[in-house]
């Protein structure tokens, strides 16, 4: 149990920095909203984002898999994108178009790919 609460935590707090690098390279609807969003509103969006992508993208999945099928995996993208769509739209100030929440998907799709690996390397060696 501290195992998977502590992997919840890693992956807030990076799907937070994610979110944030997003913002600041693909922007938003709002010039304004990275610098009064703060710290804060990050943790907050990458929250939010841990728990949707937690209870959401599985049910999401089972229910985009013909598509998912067909296109050999790339439909992916587009549930990963409406996460944070989904997601940035819950939280307080953020904004993304569809196709940048797209894009950020992939960014945080790689990050929580590299925890997983590393976490699970961790795993694997201290056996």
Known sequence: MKRQFFVFLVRWLLNSIGLWLAVRLLGTHDSSVTYSVGVWGFL???????????????LLVIL???AI???????????????????LAIAPGLSMSFFDSILTGMLLSLINYIVSAALELRTSSAA
């Open 64 to 66: 985009s898999l013909p």
């Open 69 to 87: 099928l067909v296109t050999l995996g790339l439909f992916m993208f587009v549930v990963n994108g409406l996460l944070v769509y989904i997601s």
């Open 44 to 58: 907050l969006a990458g929250l939010i984002f841990s728990i949707i992508n937690t209870i959401l993208k599985p």
